[in-house]
């Protein structure tokens, strides 16, 4: 007998197997599968033949830092959800911790197999073919090991330190995600043992860190493509870090540490010092993997397990190089035939026919499309506000900024021309922490008012606010966005912002900066969605309405595009709208804990997710409305830490133009995408959309197109 969903239960009450009606699977997909689904899409683009070599070697290590990261993380948190009460760890498709955790291995353990062979039997041979070797230490002559030899006891010797196990010497510390190499060293028998016919002493362990200082790649001789990787040739000079010992081979390894920082910003006097604590401690995070090389005897992998207090789980062989990342260094050859094509962004047609942008904004809002369009509009709005004499305020809210950002460094002169400068700072970015702490001290020294937010809730809105004197009264432009103030990965991230004039967003805004930065208590925002205070009511609101539209007759859809769909009631809530007939369309890169296409429960309701050159970043939401269809775009993905425990913004469009926009090109364009685009299935699977039914079209290339021709 099939089992009724209550779509409206709390977030806790759920059983531990929930079947939807007519079929035997869960209604929610695991959020950390889900995830690595997403990673295994990436490895799909390495591992696809039609993407350049040297940019299938960037996919590879795109892979691997986020297989990283997930380990850092979600593997850390469901470690420590072990130690906690079963009852309370259960995820929302009713999965223990220590369930999650074998899942993920069973799902990783092909994954990394994959990522293994498209390295060794596929990338490496063709740079090869290429002209591009890193070629094994074994394979060269001569002549190039004695070159590579006095560039060890020239560069690297002096930098190296073994470190022994021995009663007086404990198991060192390893840093995470440093390359190490182990091995057993046999210090033979003093002369007294000698004598006395006793056997030496027995054979220690030895730890050497690979010098993240140098360069990975060693040049071999004086090419510029031949390589050979340096623990290569530290192990082939292995003799000259122990003379009068006898080293046995050795064996890399890598280990991963706990990184999520968790805070109790509430109970701190100061945020900036706690937080600069807490990176010190990630350092010494609890380990929570063990990448090992395959032939490292089981004896010294036992004996790093123990030394590390993991379990044997946690091991993973690495065929082939570990960090794959470092051989990102290749990536910078000048070898055009390997790369993507170039792209260079389009300057909008408005941004060449106004004198400043002021004037632009001012006679209707501006659309930006990144990185298709050129995001200097952006970083040229800012400059334009701090170099205008009747500029008199700028607030900016800053999330990951990046270090070379040209930002801050703006609102610095901001402040030395007089202007009243607000830079809204998030310290709790991860892993961006550090950038934006140096960036939090240069402002504040220059005057800039730095603030980080609210206690409990990070900042991850995208919001600049310009106060402008014109005449007897004062303007505010507003700039709102997906995507974070950073130059640099604008470039690469798809993003959308609107510039705004619009009095009723700009009292909005104004009011949002107030409670970011003051004890302001404002809850009525008349245009702006704002989480966690009205984004989670606005949005039920909108797909009630939709609900009713579709119950009376009149036009209702709801298509969203976003990086990940978590929150149990905004899936719940999207499960009625399909059961009552409306049609829902999802564009998910990453997370999607939505089942879509099961009869009864979301039969009406489609998701896709595309993964290409560019990282897709923009989030659009739009609804049909019974025919006069409202667009909506921000920073919010639809989990409950961004409509709960984080400041969002999310604007509506006005100009016809831009929603038409955004609905018949960009929206329709990402769901026309038969190449890089994968439809989620019921049973969690990504599948190829069939391109049957015209000809191939990639939406990124269409929009770099697009953006090309309107030059």
């Known amino acids: ?184 060293v046999n210090l033979g028998a003093d002369e007294e043992s000698a004598a006395n016919g006793r056997r030496g002493r027995e054979p220690r362990f030895v730890r050497i860190k690979v010098p993240s200082a140098l360069p990975r790649l060693v040049p071999v001789g004086f090419s510029h493509s031949k390589f050979v990787l340096l623990e290569e040739v530290i192990e082939a000079n292995i003799q000259a870090l122990f003379p009068g010992t006898l080293p046995g081979p050795t064996h890399r390894f890598r280990v991963t540490r706990d990184a999520d920082i968790e805070l109790r910003d509430e109970e701190a006097e100061d945020l900036l010092s706690l937080i600069q604590e807490e990176l010190r401690q990630r350092r010494f995070g609890t380990p929570v993997r063990l990448e090992v090389s395959p032939g490292m005897p089981d004896e010294m992998v036992q004996y790093l397990v123990e030394s590390l207090e993991l379990e044997e789980d946690d091991v993973y062989i690495v065929d082939g190089p570990m960090k794959i990342q470092d051989l990102m260094s290749l990536y910078k050859l000048e070898r055009p035939d390997l790369k993507d094509e170039p792209f260079v962004p389009a300057v909008p047609e408005w941004k060449q026919e106004y004198k400043t942008i002021f004037d632009a904004i001012k006679a209707g809002d501006r659309l930006l499309h990144h990185p298709y369009e050129s995001y200097e509009c952006v970083t040229g709005f800012i400059n334009e506000a701090v170099d205008d004499p009747d500029v008199v305020a700028i607030k900016i809210c800053l999330y990951r900024t990046g270090p070379e950002s040209p930002i801050p460094p703006a609102l610095i002169r901001a402040s030395e021309n007089g202007k009243q400068v607000t830079a809204l700072i998030e310290l709790k970015a991860r892993f961006d922490e550090e950038h934006n702490i140096e960036w939090a001290r240069k402002l504040d020294e220059a005057g800039v008012h730095v603030v980080y937010g609210i206690l409990g809730l990070k900042t991850h809105g995208k919001l600049t606010l310009v106060v402008r004197r014109e005449g007897e009264s004062l303007k505010r432009y507003v700039h709102i966005a997906s995507g974070n103030y950073n130059p640099t990965t604008s470039c690469i991230y798809t993003d959308l912002g609107l510039f705004t ?211």
């Open 1 to 184: 007998m099939s089992t009724v969903i209550k779509l409206n239960a709390e977030v806790h009450d759920f059983p531990r197997r929930v079947e939807s009606p007519e079929t035997n699977t869960q209604p929610f997909f695991n959020r950390e599968l889900s995830l690595l689904e997403f990673h295994a899409r990436v490895l799909d683009e390495a591992r696809d033949l039609s993407n350049p070599l040297l940019e299938r070697l960037k996919f590879l290590s795109i892979f691997e830092a986020n297989v990283d990261e997930f380990f850092m993380i979600r593997v850390s948190g469901l470690k420590e959800g072990l130690e906690l009460d079963e009852a309370h760890m259960l995820s929302l498709d009713g999965m223990s911790a220590a369930e999650q955790l074998t899942q993920i291995r069973r799902r990783l353990l092909p994954l990394l197999a994959e990522q293994a062979k498209c390295l060794n039997e596929e990338i490496l041979p063709e740079l090869k073919l290429a002209g591009i070797e890193i070629a094994s230490y074994d394979s060269l002559t001569r002549h190039e090991t004695d070159h590579l030899n006095h560039y060890f006891v020239d560069h690297i010797f002096p930098v190296l330190t073994p470190l022994a196990v021995d009663p007086s010497h404990p198991f060192p510390y390893i840093s995470p995600l440093s390359l190490n190499l182990g091995l057993m």
């Open 501 to 711: 004039v619009d009095e009723t967003i700009g009292r909005d805004a104004t009011e949002l900066f107030n409670y970011l930065t003051g004890f302001s208590l404002q809850t009525d925002y008349q245009k702006l969605f704002v989480a966690p205070v009205n984004l989670r009511e606005k949005l039920n609101a909108l797909f009630d309405r939709e609900i009713r539209h579709k119950r009376a007759g009149r036009p209702a859809h709801i298509v969203a595009k976003l990086n990940r769909l978590a929150d149990r009631q905004i899936i719940e809530k999207l499960y009625e709208a399909s059961n009552s007939g409306v049609k829902v369309d999802l564009i998910v890169r990453g997370i999607c804990m939505l089942r879509p296409g099961v009869p009864g429960l979301s039969e009406n309701i489609t998701v896709r997710s595309v993964v290409g050159r560019l990282l897709e970043h923009s989030r659009i939401f739009y609804f049909e409305n019974g025919g006069d269809a409202d667009v909506y775009l921000g920073s919010a993905d639809w989990m409950t830490r961004n409509l709960k425990h984080r400041i969002e913004v999310v604007v509506p469009i006005a100009d016809e133009n831009a929603k038409r926009f955004l609905k018949d090109v960009v929206l329709d364009t990402y769901f026309n995408d038969n190449t890089k685009a994968r439809s989620l299935w019921p049973d969690g699977k990504y599948r190829q959309i069939p391109s049957n039914k015209g000809p191939e079209l990639n939406s990124q290339t269409y929009f770099m197109q697009r953006a090309v021709n309107s030059q």
